[in-house]
């Protein structure tokens, strides 16, 4: 059985620098428009991806929720029910905050 989370969205960031330096892109990097920071998705199953969340974002961070979710603790986090994680995408990385929500 999973304890509901609730995943928000902490931080959209854009690494231009690194962009500049490693890309040939003919633009510039943006922050991620998939959320908007504050965002929130709701799961009670972390196998399922919650309407709206992008999908290769929870891929990447399904591993944090199953862990909350599980009971795991956040022994390094002010709150140990809390856990930071962020996709994958190296020039523009979104942080989720995700919390188990006890009911």
């Known amino acids: 059985m999973f304890s509901k989370c ?9 690494h231009n620098d690194l962009a ?28 399922e991806l919650p309407d709206g969340m992008c999908a290769s974002a929870w891929a990447d961070i399904r591993p944090y929720i199953i862990a909350v979710a599980s009971g795991g603790k ?6 140990e029910n809390t856990m930071l994680a962020s996709c994958s995408d190296l020039f523009r990385p979104v942080w989720f905050k995700i919390e188990r929500c006890d009911d």
């Open 6 to 14: 609730k995943i928000t969205v902490a931080k959209r960031m854009a």
């Open 20 to 47: 500049d330096e490693y890309l040939n892109l003919p633009y510039e990097v943006t922050v991620c428009d998939k959320a908007g920071e504050g965002e929130t998705f709701i799961t009670d199953d972390p196998y």
């Open 74 to 79: 956040g022994e390094f986090m002010k709150d």
